[in-house]
């Protein structure tokens, strides 16, 4: 079966830091680029970051430097390190493949609030 379950929602401080999991299942997973998104209340899904399957790695302008997308091939699982959070950063975080997209997994929530 075909499946993404996304982990490592919580709630932060502004400032703080958090390491969102993607497990990947059902398909060959480094063959795949790979991306988040991320969902927040009243607003459309927006894509996040991606990587490819060389691991390069591309980010939105809001997010470059403070996130770090990455992968690890032999566990099946794509990770986001998210640094110097803010609170415009709260929202449902979704992983898929920005091609051929898979049916969407039950997001992580990530709220920042003080």
């Known amino acids: 079966q075909v499946q993404l379950v996304e982990s490592g929602g919580d709630l932060v401080q502004p400032g703080g830091s958090l390491r969102l999991s993607c497990a990947a299942s059902?398909?060959?997973?480094?063959?795949?680029?790979m991306a988040w998104y991320r969902q927040a209340p009243g607003k459309q899904r927006e894509w996040v970051a991606s990587?490819?399957?060389?691991?390069?790695?591309d980010y939105l302008d809001s997010v470059r430097g403070r996130f770090t997308i990455s992968r690890e091939n032999a566990r099946d699982t794509l990770y986001l390190q998210m640094n110097t959070l803010k609170p415009e950063d709260t929202a449902v975080y979704y992983c898929?493949?920005?091609?051929?997209?898979?049916?969407w997994g039950q997001g992580t929530q990530v709220t920042v609030s003080s």
């Open positions: 059902g398909f060959l997973f480094a063959a795949y680029s």
């Open positions: 898929n493949r920005p091609t051929s997209a898979i049916n």
């Open positions: 990587i490819s399957r060389h691991d390069n790695a």
